[in-house]
């Protein structure tokens, strides 16, 4: 064979290799997207499950809402936010490519990575958006709600994970933060910014009495709550898998570190059966259990790409072994009513994570910027808790003060979906309501 | 009305309808912009009167 026709059948074969790295990766993204709607499916069936049968379809009504507005408010400001902002609040060169009006925001058949990337980040602002959505259940308008979970999906978590899950993050290249599985700009964020809004919210009416003692308020369907939460741990099998960078040679972390899936499989499963062994041995109720499987995710999730397996199981009982404990002090001590414990399992949650990766994976080197240090997590925990609460406390504030932000009591007591669903969840029975039979306003 | 901002596909790279036009781009942005706008808005209409009329009943 003569060198000439060599020469171009190797380049063929370059750019064969090549095109079919772009394919494995645009399909590798296409499909952990479409595993992370199960989160989704879970959050809907979770929360509907956990609210009491007179909100069920007002409850699923704003997931539906917040799914639907958080895919075009992200495509118009949320992509350019993480691109534009990893150097803090000055604009990067990368984020005019983000803009919604770039070649690269549509069909272009020399970009195959924008729309890939952008459908797996949108999912991820979907999904932080919705873990404020359980806590402030049967009693928040929908569109109060909606202004909300747009601010945070679209707007507040990717600036911090353009300050802390981006290759040139400044949380990273100046702090040496470690977070792979995004437990800071996913997880305390969105549970720091519930917090801010639960404060303004207030409590369900009934929930407390007038001597501060607690009224149970029991969701009408535990079952469908349990498979729910169960779809949303199936669900982030996707999420963690879109955390990891494909290459075509190898996995990266976000960090551009090197990885493997492997790594991933080990400490996620792990981090799932620790947390729920945590909180089955403290509660002993499946609602906790399941839900300590996600504390299990979230304690681990910084440090999936490093922990002995057994490490990552140790740290995540220990998240499911106290976060119960920390609800049962927000909501008996500071009075915060918080339908199914967001503020606990994914706020603190996400913190112990960050701090527990200081602990354990302290000295591993970034490749940006110092290594991983217990300070620098520490530090990266309170950028990302203040990023989360201060935005959600003052839009939920000036909510409040124009009247948006609470349903009224009557409709309160009657049940949002009489008052505003058009269709009924259980037409073949009677739904208790405040009024109409039932014993007090928790029932 | 020609959408395509190509006439062949050798070469091709941002192909998307109007990807040439950046006037018709930027209407199409603002209507999908005000159209996300109206919908919350006439989401606080809707609440803030279907709870009236709960109340009136």
Not at chain 1, 3 to 26: V, Y
Not at chain 1, 104 to 132: C, K, Q, R, V
Not at chain 2, 17 to 32: H, R
Request: proline share 4%; glycine share 12%; aromatic share 12%.
């Amino acid at each position: 064979m003569e060198s000439a026709e060599l020469q171009t059948r190797i380049e063929a074969l370059e750019a064969s290799l090549k095109m079919a790295t772009a394919i494995n990766s645009e399909a590798f993204y296409w499909w952990c997207t479409a595993l992370m709607l199960a989160i989704h499916a879970g959050f809907l069936a979770y929360e509907m499950g956990a609210s009491r049968a007179k909100n069920a379809l007002a409850s699923g009504l704003k997931n539906l809402v917040a799914f639907a507005f958080i895919v075009p408010t992200f495509f118009f400001v949320g992509w350019f936010i993480y691109n534009a902002f990893p150097t803090g609040l000055t604009i990067s060169e990368a984020g005019y490519g983000a803009l919604p009006w770039s070649a690269n925001m549509g069909p272009n058949l020399s970009d195959n990575a924008s729309g890939i990337f952008w459908a797996a980040f949108t999912l991820f602002a979907a999904t932080t958006a919705s873990i404020m959505s359980g806590s402030v259940i049967e009693r928040i308008r929908i569109s109060g709600f909606t202004i909300l979970a747009i601010f945070l999906g679209s707007v507040v978590w990717i600036l911090g994970a353009a300050w802390g899950w981006h290759p040139s993050g400044w949380l990273t290249s100046v702090l040496g933060l470690h977070d792979v599985g995004a437990a800071g700009c996913v997880h305390t964020i969105a549970g720091f910014f519930t917090l801010g809004v639960l404060i303004n919210l207030g409590a369900r009416i009934g929930r407390f009495n007038a001597d501060g003692t607690v009224n149970e308020i029991n969701g009408h369907n535990m079952p469908m709550s349990l498979i729910g939460l169960m779809l949303i741990v199936m669900g982030f099998f996707g999420f963690l898998g879109g955390c990891i960078i494909y290459t075509g040679d190898t996995w990266m972390t976000i960090y551009n570190t090197p990885t493997t899936l492997s790594a991933f499989g080990f400490n996620t499963l792990m981090g799932v059966a620790g947390g729920m062994l945590g909180c089955y041995l403290v509660t002993r109720d499946p609602f906790w259990m399941m839900s300590g499987a996600l504390v299990g995710v979230i304690s681990a999730a910084p440090g999936l790409d490093v922990y002995y397996p057994p490490l990552a199981f140790l740290i995540s009982f220990a998240g499911g072994c106290v976060i119960p404990k920390l609800h049962n002090v927000l909501l008996t001590r500071f009075k915060i009513d918080d339908a199914v414990g967001a503020v606990a399992v994914h706020g603190f949650g996400g913190v112990w994570g960050l701090v527990a990766c200081g602990i354990f994976a302290a000295g591993y080197p970034n490749a940006e910027g110092p290594a991983v240090s217990f300070l620098g997590q520490v530090e990266s925990a309170a950028v990302f808790m203040l990023l989360g609460f201060v935005p959600g406390y003052g839009l939920s504030y000036v909510l409040k003060v124009v009247g948006l932000l609470r349903c009224s009591e009557e409709v309160e007591m009657a049940g949002l979906d009489l008052a505003e669903v058009p269709v009924k969840a259980y037409p073949e029975s009677r739904i208790p309501a405040f009024g109409d039979g039932a014993l007090s306003p928790a029932e | 009305m020609n959408a395509s901002p190509i006439t062949v596909w050798e070469g091709a790279t941002a192909y998307f309808t109007f990807a040439d036009s950046p006037l018709i781009l930027s209407v199409v942005l603002v209507g999908a912009i005000a159209a996300c706008v109206y919908a919350i808005v006439s989401m606080a209409q809707h609440e803030t009167a279907s709870s009236k009329k709960f109340k009136a009943k």
